[in-house]
């Protein structure tokens, strides 16, 4: 069975740190490795990752896609309170996205 | 251009009772999704359209049906509803299904009571 595993489910970091966030997936017909934040809302798309791009950067946030391995992780270096929320990761298959539980990162001031 | 929009925000039904969550998209997208939300579970797939006119189970798919009414809107109908339907239903849509990147709609809170 298709699954996608995050790592850790929970970090409380202060201001100004830097966090990375684990993603691992065992899917048949990977496709793409994708992260989303998700706030007290509907998740938004933060990162694709796929075999013919495996290292995305967009401001404080990074994402590496290791296919050898089998996972990815999200660097968001600096951080800040506005970047408390779920991280969530989903594997794209041949139809779908396989999504992980996500990882709930609080950023104390 | 609102994107994607969902109706109602919030509902609360007793068991038994029926009702339909509206999705509708202005992104002239092909493929759409339902996803319910719950803690501890992660967004689990309902149901999804690969294009208008066709419909395919997820993994969640018991206890509800849904219809593509046009390339717009996707609607999610609880015929009886359940406790256990308690959740947060979110609405997403791709160009088409081999494109990854979904764009969500706000959400429902449903609670059965």
């Known amino acids: 069975e298709d699954k996608v595993v995050q790592s850790p489910l929970s970090l409380v970091v202060h201001e100004g740190d830097t966090v990375t966030l684990n993603c691992s997936y065992e899917?048949?017909?990977?496709?793409?490795l994708l992260w989303y934040k998700q706030e007290k809302k509907a998740p938004t798309f933060l990162f694709m990752l796929?075999?013919s791009g495996i290292e995305k950067k967009s401001g404080r946030l990074s994402s590496i896609l290791d296919k050898k391995e089998l996972s990815s992780i999200l660097n968001i270096t600096a951080t800040q309170t506005g970047d408390s929320a779920i991280y969530l990761c989903?594997?794209?298959?041949?139809?779908?996205?396989?999504w992980g539980l996500g990882t709930s990162l609080a950023v104390n001031p | 251009n609102a994107g994607v929009t969902q109706t109602p925000k919030f509902q609360v039904l007793k068991t038994g009772q029926s009702m339909t969550l509206q999705c509708a998209q202005d992104m002239n997208h092909n493929s759409m999704y339902w996803y319910r939300q719950d803690p501890g579970m992660g967004l689990r797939l309902i149901y999804y359209s690969a294009s208008e006119g066709t419909t395919d189970k997820g993994e969640v798919p018991n206890g509800y049906n849904v219809s593509r009414l046009n390339k717009r809107e996707f609607s999610l109908r609880l015929e009886s509803a359940a406790p256990s339907q308690t959740s947060v239903y979110f609405c997403?849509?791709?160009?088409?299904?081999?494109?990854?990147?979904?764009?969500f709609g706000p959400g429902t809170r449903l609670t059965v009571t």
């Open positions: 997403a849509t791709t160009p088409g299904l081999s494109s990854y990147e979904q764009y």
């Open positions: 989903a594997v794209g298959d041949n139809r779908k996205l396989i």
């Open positions: 899917v048949t017909n990977f496709r793409s």
């Open positions: 796929t075999s």
